[in-house]
C-alpha cells in the first residue's frame, strides 16, 4: 500500500535503488552525495531530496531550491537517479523513444550541453541496453571522466567490464550469465579524481565480496599503486549460494574524503560485520612520512542472543572533524555513553604556524530521552564553536549559550580570539 509521503534514506553511491514507490501520487526520497568544494580543498558530503510527483516529474531539490526537474516518460520502467552535484546540473542523456515510450535505438549523453564523444549505446525494441556500451560512473564528474565499457545482454551486464580512465585501463573484472560480479575485480574508490585515486583489489563470489580486499593508492604523477589498506570478508551462505558478506578480522581502512593532504587512515577488529574493541586513527602530512595515531576510541558491543546486534561508541574519544586536511587539522576530544556524546568537549586546532595544538573551542553535552525513549544528546550551557572552514588565516569562532540544543541569547564573533565589533 502507497503512503502519501514516504521519506527513505539512500547512499547516493548504491548501484541499485529500489524505488517501490514511485508509481505514487508524490514520494520523496533523501540522498547523499561527495563533490570536491575548490574553495576549501575538501570533500563534503551534500544531502538532497528526490521528489517523484503525481504529475510524474522527478524533481532533485536542496535547501528547498529545486535544481531540476526531468519528465518521466515511462512510468514502469524504474528511474536512473543522478548521484553527484555536477551530473544534476550538467548531465543529458537523449535518444529515441519506440510507441510503447520504451527508450529504443542509440542513447548517448551530453555533459553541459556538450556530447560525451562515443558514450552511451543500444537499446532493443522492448527497451533492454544491448551490445556493447560506454556508461558513465555512477560519480561521473569535471575531475574523474572515467567510463564502464563492456557488454549487455537484455539489460544484464556480462562478461568482462572495464574502468577506462585518460584512455587507459585502471580496473575492472567480469559479470556471470546472470549479471553478478565473479571472480578477481579492481573497484573505484567513490573519492576518485584526477589528483590521485584509491581502489579496491579482491574477489567476487554469487556477486558478494569475499576474503582478502586489499586497497590501493596512485598519486598524481606516480605510475604505480601502493598498498595502503586492507581487510577480509566472510560469506554466510546457503547450500552453494551466498547471501551476505560482513567484515571480519582486523582492517585498515581509508578515511571519508581520502586524499593526498588529507591521509588518514581507521584501524582495528571488525566482528560479524560490527566494529569491536579499540579503533585508532592515523595521519601523515605526505607519502615520505609515517602514518601517526592522532584519534580513535573503542567500541562495545552488544549481544541479542549469540549474535551482535550493534556497537556503540563508549568511553573517552578523539574525533576528526569532517573535512579534516593539511591546513584544517581540527579534532574533538571527549567521552562517549552508549553511542552518545555526553560532558564536556574540548575541540583542538594544530597551528601550523607555531606548532602548536591550541585549545580553540568547546562545550558540553546533556542526554536526552525523547517519546520514543530514544537516547541523544543536546548541547547545552556556553560552547565556542568554530566557523565551517576554519583554517590558518580563517582562525573565526562564535561564543555563546544553548539551551536544550537551541541557539539562544546573545552571540560573539572572535577572530584569533579577539573579538569583532557588531
Known amino acids: 500500500m502507497c ?20 508509481q505514487c501520487q508524490h514520494s520523496i526520497s533523501e540522498y547523499q552525495y561527495i563533490y570536491w568544494d575548490f574553495e576549501n580543498r575538501r570533500f563534503k ?20 531550491q529545486v535544481l531540476r526537474i526531468e519528465q518521466a516518460i515511462n512510468s514502469l520502467q524504474k528511474p536512473d537517479i543522478l548521484t553527484n552535484l ?16 520504451m527508450k529504443i535505438g542509440r ?31 555512477r560519480n561521473y564528474w569535471s575531475e574523474a571522466k572515467v567510463y564502464e565499457i563492456g557488454l549487455y545482454i537484455d539489460n544484464k551486464r556480462s562478461g568482462k567490464w572495464k574502468y577506462i580512465y585518460n584512455n587507459n585501463e585502471i580496473g575492472g573484472g567480469f559479470y556471470d550469465e546472470q549479471g553478478e560480479k565473479i571472480g578477481k575485480w579492481i573497484e573505484l ?23 582478502v580486499w586489499n586497497v590501493l593508492h596512485k598519486r598524481n604523477g606516480q605510475k604505480q599503486l601502493k598498498l595502503i589498506g586492507f581487510g577480509s570478508y566472510e560469506n554466510t551462505q546457503e547450500d552453494d549460494l551466498i547471501l551476505d558478506s560482513v567484515k571480519v578480522g582486523k582492517w585498515v581502512e581509508l578515511n571519508y574524503g581520502f586524499w593526498d593532504l588529507a591521509q588518514i587512515l581507521h584501524t582495528g577488529t571488525y566482528k560479524e560485520g560490527k566494529k569491536i574493541g579499540r579503533w585508532d586513527i592515523l595521519y601523515r602530512i605526505s607519502n615520505n612520512k609515517p602514518f601517526e595515531i592522532i584519534g580513535g576510541g ?29 591546513d584544517n587539522q581540527i579534532t574533538y576530544k571527549g567521552e562517549y555513553h552508549n553511542g552518545v556524546k555526553v560532558g564536556q568537549w574540548d575541540i583542538y586546532y594544530y597551528n601550523e604556524d607555531t606548532e602548536d595544538i591550541e585549545l580553540t573551542g568547546g562545550g558540553s553535552y546533556i542526554e536526552k530521552v525523547n517519546d520514543q525513549n ?10 565556542i564553536e568554530l566557523i565551517d572552514n576554519f583554517e590558518s588565516e580563517i582562525q573565526v569562532t562564535f561564543i555563546g549559550e544553548y539551551d536544550n540544543g537551541k541557539k539562544v541569547g546573545r552571540w560573539d564573533t572572535f577572530y584569533k580570539k579577539e573579538q569583532l565589533q557588531n
Do not use: C, M
Open 107 to 137: 542513447w548517448s549523453a551530453t555533459w553541459n550541453k556538450d556530447i560525451i564523444l562515443e558514450s552511451g549505446g543500444y537499446y532493443s525494441e522492448d527497451g533492454q541496453k544491448q551490445g556493447l556500451w560506454r556508461d558513465l560512473t
Open 45 to 64: 558530503k551534500i544531502k538532497y531530496e528526490v521528489s517523484f510527483t503525481k504529475e510524474k516529474q522527478i524533481k532533485y531539490i536542496q535547501n528547498g
Open 374 to 383: 530514544i537516547v541523544s544528546s543536546v548541547k547545552i550551557g556556553k560552547w
Open 86 to 101: 555536477e551530473q544534476i546540473k550538467y548531465l543529458q542523456w537523449s535518444g529515441k523513444y519506440g510507441q510503447n515510450t
Open 3 to 22: 503512503k502519501p509521503y514516504d521519506l527513505q534514506y539512500h547512499r547516493a553511491q548504491q548501484k541499485e535503488l529500489q524505488i517501490e514507490n514511485y
Open 298 to 326: 573503542t567500541y562495545d558491543d552488544r549481544l541479542e542472543g549469540q549474535v551482535i546486534s550493534s556497537s556503540l561508541k563508549n568511553g573517552k574519544w578523539i574525533e576528526l572533524i569532517e573535512g579534516f586536511w593539511r
Open 189 to 211: 574508490s567513490e573519492y576518485f579524481w584526477k589528483q590521485g585515486y584509491v581502489v579496491y583489489d579482491g574477489e567476487y563470489k554469487n556477486g558478494k565480496r569475499y576474503g
